[in-house]
């Protein structure tokens, strides 16, 4: 499963939101996209708005994204065709949150209106070439509901449902559902006791894992159980004040489990790894996952982990250096479920990839900001760079240190070697906002009104918040 608000480190839940989420949980359960620039093995794809998820069935890329102020859409891209709309759902004053999961014969997604309270959910079913199908509904859902995929197979949760919907006092039944595309197709309904709550599935054909919440009243409990049968079976890990989030079934049947903490901190300077990785045998060994830094994590479930095939797939964040104002280096890896056979696929620092998707055939996504505003999806086919490439920073330089005055605005040049995006600064005297610019690559004009007072200075110290980029400052002489 993928769940993701686009941003992955800006949107992680904070330790005040994962206590909301188990008050509300103790009070119920105890009473457009443009034109693609390909090369042989990376494909990058421009994308308006906001990219919440994504996944890949088989060549094709599916998108979950947010046009601004246009809704939201769930689109299907694939190579040498036109996008197609799988759906579309109206504009909204809240962030959904976005589950997504997809093979070549099957796709689920779900969504919530607020992640923060009891907010309406659906769940969709169908395949990549739709048409998708509401099949699990609820007026005030508790948490996103769990999707996942295997080959034909797909599961989700069905209930769990807050009631009565208007002030919700308990949570309804709960059963976790696994079926195929086709609304004809057999279904099997596995029982969830009244005291768990799933919040992620990961699905091997007719089996798989279950990652169940039980939250008390002052913190979130969790545990990973066996998904077969028509219930639950054996509990496979748990953990109290921290989430064990099932990933993924590597083909050798062990199954991949991701182990967060809600107040973590991870990539700091010296800091140890509040979040783990660990994979476990069928036989009940556990091995840990060591990828070169420390998984990221964004809650509940994660977006940034993900298992196909034999291996697995994170973004991992490396330790900066102490004196380093830049951000925790972020890279894109791949491993054998053994933890051998490492390859660096992507790093960023200002600019890193944001959340991925994997398929068995190796193929690869992810999405990271572009310069210029918006994002974009890239795709890869996989294989180990003979050098690991990073995604530069969106970086600007200030060609001009003296400006005209002329009707109350100034016109500044700037440089912006892969575009750059932000806010100016004034830094004389009172900080004040002058303005914002989005621009591509290359030389631009920038033209700022300045007020009566700072028309007569003689300098004026300007700083410049580059989005994605290290933050500039200079000093423009007026005249």
């Not at 890329?61 to 769930?74: E, M, S």
Request: hydrophobic share 40%; net charge positive; aromatic share 4%.
């Amino acid at each position: 499963m993928l769940i993701a608000r686009g941003d992955v480190r800006a949107t992680r839940p904070s330790i005040e939101r994962m206590l909301r989420r188990a008050l509300l949980f103790s009070v119920a359960l105890t009473g457009v996209i443009g034109s693609a620039d390909a090369s042989a093995a990376r494909t990058t794809i421009p994308v308006r708005g906001t990219v919440n998820a994504i996944a890949l069935a088989g060549e094709t890329l599916i998108v979950a994204r947010q046009p601004q102020n246009r809704g939201f859409r769930l689109e299907r891209i694939t190579p040498g065709a036109s996008t197609l709309t799988l759906l579309r759902l109206p504009p909204s004053s809240d962030e959904p949150e976005v589950a997504l999961a997809a093979s070549a014969q099957a796709l689920a997604f779900s969504t919530q209106t607020d992640a923060d309270s009891f907010s309406a959910s659906h769940v969709y079913v169908g395949t990549p070439a739709g048409p998708l199908r509401d099949v699990a509904a609820c007026v005030a859902g508790s948490v996103l509901p769990p999707v996942a995929v295997s080959g034909s197979r797909v599961a989700w949760r069905e209930g769990g449902c807050g009631e009565p919907a208007g002030r919700p006092r308990r949570v309804g039944p709960v059963a976790i559902l696994i079926a195929g595309p086709d609304p004809a197709s057999p279904r099997r309904r596995v029982a969830v006791g009244p005291d768990a709550l799933p919040a992620s599935i990961a699905l091997n054909g007719e089996t798989g894992f279950a990652g169940l919440l039980r939250p008390s009243f002052f913190s979130i409990n969790s545990e990973a159980r066996r998904l077969g049968g028509d219930a639950l079976g054996e509990t496979v890990a748990a953990a109290e004040g921290r989430v064990v989030t099932p990933v993924g079934v590597l083909s050798s049947g062990d199954g991949v489990f991701l182990l967060g903490a809600p107040d973590e901190d991870d990539g700091g300077p010296g800091a140890a790894c509040e979040t783990t990785l660990f994979n476990l045998s069928p036989g009940g060994q556990r091995r840990m996952l060591s990828l070169g830094g420390c998984p990221l994590d964004n809650g509940f479930a994660s977006a940034t982990t993900r298992v196909a095939g034999d291996r697995v797939y994170s973004l991992v964040a490396k330790p900066r250096k102490a004196k380093s104002k830049a951000p925790s280096p972020v890279a894109f890896v791949s491993a054998r479920g053994d933890g051998g056979g490492t390859r660096v696929l992507v790093r960023g620092t200002y600019r890193p990839p944001r959340g991925i998707a994997a398929a068995e055939s190796g193929r690869v996504a992810w999405w990271q900001r572009r310069c210029s505003g918006g994002m974009e999806i890239v795709t890869d086919n996989g294989a180990a760079p003979a050098t690991a490439t990073s995604t530069p920073s969106c970086r600007l330089k200030v060609l001009d240190r003296r400006a005209r005055v002329r009707g109350g605005r100034i016109e500044l040049r700037l440089r912006c070697p892969s575009g750059c995006s932000g806010e100016v600064i004034s830094q004389t005297r009172l900080p004040r906002l002058l303005g914002s610019f989005s621009f591509g690559r290359g030389t631009h004009s920038l033209r700022l009104r300045l007020r009566p007072s700072e028309r007569r200075l003689s300098r004026l110290r300007l700083g410049f918040d580059v989005l994605e980029g290290p933050a500039r400052s200079t000093v423009i002489g007026l005249r």
